[in-house]
């Protein structure tokens, strides 16, 4: 996984978005956990996941992919569906009548013309058309299904839909206007929500369907959303009473000003440091397309006549800049440099997170004591597949069984590092890590990552996933550039069709890292959910999702040539845009991607890794961007073996993120005899083979859990990988080289894990797919700890 780009706290609020996160870790993209045993107490949970936002896209295979269009501005008048493009397009609700752009009709989201000025008059003026919508409800409410669902999902949709447009704003197209707009109105767009979601007429309208004698007649999905708005609602505040309940409002606004503060730390702590090379001797080692970046980005800074070959060069603190220090600098004082910065970040003076996480965890555990339970954690998991136990459990075997094998793999490092002659080997730190474990890589296996970028062209690596797409699940995927306005000219805008030819779905991809306004990681949220209640064209309001990563740009005349893990993060974040666009779930509460228990979330994108190393897949993307040379046999194979190196290193990585999340929601008690570096020194002592450095600060740029809706649920991504795993496996048994049981494999993936969105519970929906349970044995022999099977 990768290490963090994160959201500000939402009120808990039911259909609030998903915004699914890759965590991404300063060095390497961690999917592979070890375990002896998993614990598979799996369980049908009747209530709906917390919500979230999910945070993650794809290309087109065109050779002038890099040559982008001039896009349209948005007008007032609204791409009809009856546009002359053959890609419909899908409606939304927005009232027409005001300039503001948040507030008119359009079909697609304004991106390129709303402004930070728009912001304050914009969401006033929402909020207030809301509240007179939702006293108009209360006043009127009975319990059924026209009367109470229908409207409620109206209300909840437009709020999320127009604070999504400036959400996602300030995620990749930051400004200090936009940031003093975003928090002077922030408290009203929370006060309302909380307004909503404490509504007791709405509530007991809820309680009352849910005990009449037609609930039998309900469907699943409706009995989900009912199940859900009940506990949703408890979560929410709606039984607390009087100064009860004022405190815990104000908890919420407090919790949203400090994760927004926390994230806007983060990113301007980053941003902040830069390293000026003028002297190539210090950056012996970089890559050509380190190089080329980091004289693109001095040259961004007013560092005139800046070039790959003679500089000056400025190394950042964003991650294509930074991992290649890490892994190929030989200047160890530079790799040194960098590291102390990176794990310092936001540590220290006027962006020190330190009293903001403090302030968060105290908040967090008054919230839970409100609600009447023991910790935050227990809060966090009452909406999950997974208890704290169980959660507890699962990481203590996955990381008793990785220990000894990062401990050999640090011994591997030092041996080879004597060998090498590294005056360092006997005394190989955090800063050296990489660097050694890129040397012994690329001797045990003959794998140069950087050497391997050129077959790795985006271009091509996305019509390899579109084409995958098309095998899998019977889709085609077609440019839609100039359909919908967008924020920034590198942003692409896709069609999805069925196998008839019409539209089923709408996505965005932001590929590329722009440190100076966008947040780092990698993520996939919502635009529109699919909805029949929405639907003012056609039986349904079709569904659009974003794509955000960032990957190294452009460089020159040469497109984005990707490494391998760049690679997977793409195909991950495209297998959560695909739950969310080909759901067939037309209840708007729980489609797509709403509606799903966190720690079920990642199964599809973890499923859509797995392909990168299925051989047919791989070489179809794996063409050389100069002479279209597909990669060598013997290089796959080498990728293949190598796709467990160090896996005992980077679980216990993984593992040790999730477990000082619940360790800080569980056990850390403001004022008592723990501290909160006390909590985080105790879970490393467990989960680090080189203890951390006095000036780690880790968590001051943990996002995930401070800024994300990952709090008390960094260990989802363990558990969802025995999902993802075992679903794999079912293309494994029906055989990978065989392109009919394929397609039949993946329809069957496509009407049950990607079709039933959050209408059915995980495990039910799971078992529509595999026919069973889930087993814990395919990701065991995933991970190299039984004998892999031969099918290629």
Known sequence: MKMARHFPHRARLGIVALRVIIAVDMFTITRLPLARSLPLHYSSCSALPKPRSKSKPSFCPLSSFCLLPRYPKSTTTPISASSSSSCAAPLSSMASGDTNPLLQDFDFPPFDVVEAEH????????????????????????????????????????????????????????????????????????????????????????????????????????????????????????????????????????????????????????????????????????????????????????????????????????????????????????????????????????????????QILKLRLEKAKLLGYNNYAEVSLALKMASVDRAEELLEKLRSASWDHAVQDMEDLRTFAKDSGALEANELTHWDINFWSERLRESKYDINEEELRPYFALPKVMDGLFSLAKKLFNINIEPADGLAPVWNNDVRFYCVKDSSGSPVAYFYFDPYSRPSEKRGGAWMDEVFSRSRVLARKGPVRLPIAHMVCNQTPPVGDKPSLMTFREVETVFHEFGHALQHMLTKQDEGLVAGIRGIEWDAVELPSQFMENWCYHRDTLLRIAKHYETGESLPEEVYLKLLAAKTFRAGSLSLRQIRFASVDLELHTKYVPGGTLSISDIDRHVGEKTQVIPPLPEDRFLCSFSHIFAGGYAAGYYSYKWAEVLSADAFSAFEDAGLDDDKAIIETGHRFRETILALGGGQSPLEVFVAFRGREPSPEPLLRHNGLLPAITSA
Not at 266 to 274: P, W, Y
């Open 119 to 358: 912001v304050r008059p914009g969401i006033r003026e929402l909020l207030r058309i809301l509240e007179n919508d939702l006293v108009e409800l209360e006043r009127t409410v009975e319990p059924t299904w026209p009367k109470l669902v229908e409207p409620l999902e109206r209300i909840m949709d437009r709020l999320y839909v127009v604070w999504g447009i400036v959400n996602h704003l300030k995620a990749v197209k930051d400004s200090p206007e936009l940031r003093a707009a975003i928090e002077e109105i922030q408290p009203e767009k929370v006060k309302f929500q909380l307004r909503l979601g404490q509504s007791k007429p709405i509530y007991e309208a809820f309680k009352t369907i849910r005990n009449s004698s037609s609930w039998e007649s309900l469907n699943d999905a409706q009995k989900r959303i009912v199940d859900g708005q009940i506990k949703e609602a408890i979560l929410n505040g709606v039984a607390l009473e009087d100064e009860q309940r004022e405190k815990f409002n104000e908890i919420e606004q407090e919790l949203e000003k400090l994760s927004q503060k926390f994230s806007e730390n983060v990113l301007d702590a980053t941003k902040r440091f830069e390293k000026l090379i003028t002297d190539k001797k210090e950056i012996d080692g970089l890559p050509s397309t380190a190089l080329g970046l980091a004289a693109q980005t001095a040259l961004s800074k007013g560092h005139e006549n800046a070039s790959a070959e003679n500089g000056p060069w400025v190394i950042t603190l964003d991650a294509p800049s930074f991992l290649p220090v890490m892994q190929h600098a030989r200047n160890r004082s530079l790799r040194e440099e960098i590291y102390r910065a990176y794990v310092s970040r936001a540590s220290s003076g006027d962006l020190d997170n330190t009293p903001i996480i403090g």
